[in-house]
């Protein structure tokens, strides 16, 4: 079961708008195909469609060719380089549409070669770029693909309430195969954060969607990972039902090397399904139909797995030959760790405990090898089984040399998964038993004494490693204690000085003292006309009413042209006398006065009875994001650390 929810529940999991990324990320290539070459086809149709500007959209065409191929090649920078001209080009044609797709194209590259920062700051862009062209399907779309970027960096707290108005835009706007990616990824994250129940949810309205929209292939995929959460809750038949039409779904798709491949993984989900309820001969057939349907593409590493699952189920029915068939099979096609476990299997099955324990000492060193701690105890517990197996086996023939040594090893191994030494001295005490009832009760007594001597010297070093590591981690439960005080009183120093550089600097994001007014434009025109430095002071004392007392930046609107038509001034003179007088610019200005209001608004528990978000819009800002780089450009803090330590405070 945990590699059927590994394999066939991670697998499916949105990559930036609905496309498949299948071993965290590494495998992106399908054959000959890309996850980007679809998106890159469909703004290659675009352009040719197009009749303006023929030689600079041919030109543009070409390079999404070249694009293509780099892609293929996973030569992520050249695609970047590619795709960036591309964006410049659609900058000067003045095509918003082509403009908008190259830069969530290019967001995916970024995601893709692993620069998740820039992949971050251009979907910001895009959704301020979606706010103010009002145009919501794309701001959805930026606002999925910077939730799988959150994803990516294994950060569900930011990516969650992304998604949460992502899909008030979608649902408002009736976008449903948007709103059905949303819910696909809310229904990962809701998996992740353990809550079954709505994952569950989130994925069944999911598929619904794409059903409607007539999208086999994701609705195909989430069907997948629907049946994987099911049968993590023990629902199998209603796994079943759904991995069933994810089957028939894939097979309706054009035949391509990525369609077999995850039509494969349809197949073998449906056998794992069938395996839980107890059909064995329709959980085989499914695995026979992944195999086949893999080894079309040449698929060795599933083809493996699909064998690996049919030994499993002649095992379990007890045909031990074409069990020894099959695995045969999958050592031809890649000799690997599984082969050792379920060799070791089926030996020990077959009472071949020697040959049983080789199988496992292999499986042990590959698993160390591949770093799998947890599957190589999984494999140092069949060792264990195998040992006492072959002591009780060694002790019945009579030869109780070997079913000793056989015995010693088990307490080794034993005492390597901290399973105590309780259950080694009853089975040495049973072995003494059947020994005195035999003729060589004398020389066994004298072997037994030199066990019971290494028993309890191992006993000893047992409680003493115990005490040791009791000790250290009290030490470190301390160091970490102090740490976090210290943390909090580092926080706590910061968030005064902060505020007191705030007030301190007042005058710097407000009107200056009457001391230097004007000083700055008068340095900067000293052989002008006193005339200019009274209209400064005269349009510095509007500015700084139009601020202080009207509160002119709580508008979301506010522009410095329309600014400068409030205060009877031109635009390039008002910005010249920002530039001077508060070294910064008109967005930097505007922005410092809403995030002062915001604090103050902060401190006085407005937190408390209003989200953050609905804060943002109070003071001026349009948008989450742009609150959130503001707020953190001024104060150093995130507008949630800054509440937390207020709280603190």
Request: aromatic residues 8%; glycine residues 8%; charged residues 20%.
């Amino acid at each position: 079961r945990r590699i059927f929810f590994f394999c066939f529940f991670f697998l499916p999991v949105l990559v930036m708008g609905g496309e498949v990324s299948s071993e965290q990320g590494k495998d992106r290539l399908s054959g000959s195909e890309c996850i980007l070459l679809p998106e890159l086809m469909q703004i290659g149709e675009k352009l040719v469609s197009s009749k303006k500007n023929g030689d600079l959209y041919q030109m543009t065409m070409a390079r999404f060719e070249l694009a293509g191929y780099y892609a293929r090649n996973q030569r992520w920078s050249i695609v970047n380089q590619l795709v960036k001209k591309s964006i410049k080009v659609a900058r000067y044609l003045g095509d918003y549409s082509l403009t908008s797709d190259f830069m969530l194209l290019a967001a995916k590259v970024d995601l893709f070669s692993g620069n998740t920062s820039g992949s971050e700051r251009t979907l910001e862009l895009l959704i301020n770029k979606g706010v103010r062209e009002r145009d919501p399907g794309r701001q959805a779309q930026a606002m999925i693909a910077l939730a799988s970027v959150y994803q990516r960096r294994s950060d569900g707290g930011l990516a969650w309430p992304l998604l949460r108005e992502a899909a008030h835009i979608t649902s408002e706007s009736n976008l449903k195969r948007e709103h059905a990616t949303i819910l696909h990824q809310m229904g990962i994250i809701s998996r992740d954060m353990g809550d079954i129940a709505l994952a569950a949810r989130s994925l069944t309205e999911s598929s619904s969607l794409f059903g409607q929209e007539g999208d086999k292939k994701n609705q195909a995929m989430v069907n997948i990972a629907l049946g994987a959460i099911l049968s993590e809750a023990g629902l199998y038949k209603a796994a079943l039902g759904y991995d069933n039409q994810a089957v028939e779904l894939y097979r309706k798709l054009p035949v391509s090397v990525h369609q077999q491949r995850l039509l494969g993984y349809a197949l073998n989900a449906v056998g794992m399904s069938q395996s839980f309820l107890g059909n064995v001969e329709a959980a085989r057939q499914g695995y026979l139909e992944a195999f086949q349907t893999w080894a079309k593409i040449g698929d060795v590493k599933n083809q493996v797995f699909a064998v690996d699952n049919m030994a499993n189920i002649a095992i379990a029915k007890g045909k031990m030959d074409e069990a020894e068939g099959l695995l045969a099979t999958a050592f031809r096609l890649n000799g690997n760790l599984s082969k050792d476990i379920q060799s070791a299997v089926l030996l020990h099955t077959k009472s071949k405990y020697h040959e049983a324990i080789h199988q496992t000492d292999s499986a042990v060193i590959f698993a160390r090898a591949a770093g799998e701690r947890f599957l190589s105890i999984g494999v140092l517990s069949l060792a264990l089984e195998a040992y006492e197996d072959l002591a009780k086996y060694l002790r019945l023939g009579g030869n109780l040399q070997e079913a000793i040594l056989a015995l010693d090893q088990w307490k080794m191994i034993s005492d390597s998964l901290n399973k105590g030494l309780t259950a080694t001295a009853i089975a040495a005490l049973q072995i003494e038993y059947d020994v005195r009832l035999g003729k060589e009760t004398i020389n066994y007594l004298n072997q037994e004494m030199v066990l019971q001597a290494k028993l309890l010297d191992r006993k000893t070093n047992y409680l003493v490693t115990v005490g040791i590591a009791f000790f250290l981690i009290l030490i470190l439960a301390v160091m970490l204690g102090i740490q976090v005080r210290r943390r909090d009183q580092a926080y706590a120093v910061l968030l005064q000085k902060n505020l007191e550089i705030m007030e301190i600097n007042k005058p710097s994001i407000g009107v200056p003292s009457s001391g230097s007014l004007g000083s700055g434009v008068a340095g900067k025109h000293a052989g002008e006309p006193q005339k200019v430095i009274v209209d400064a002071q005269g349009i510095m004392r509007r500015l700084q009413k139009a601020m202080e007392a009207e509160k002119i930046y709580r508008d979301s609107n506010m522009t410095l042209p329309g600014l400068a038509q409030h205060l009877g001034t031109n635009t390039s003179y008002l910005s010249r006398l920002i530039n001077v007088e508060y070294q910064t610019n008109f967005n930097a200005f505007i922005n410092a006065y809403r995030v002062r209001e915001a604090c103050r608004l902060l401190q006085d528990g407005a937190a408390d009875s209003r989200t953050l978000e609905a804060l943002g819009q109070q003071v001026g800002f349009n948008s989450r994001a742009s609150f959130h780089t503001a707020f953190k450009r001024v104060t150093g803090l995130t507008p949630g650390i800054f509440v937390d330590q207020i709280r603190h405070k």
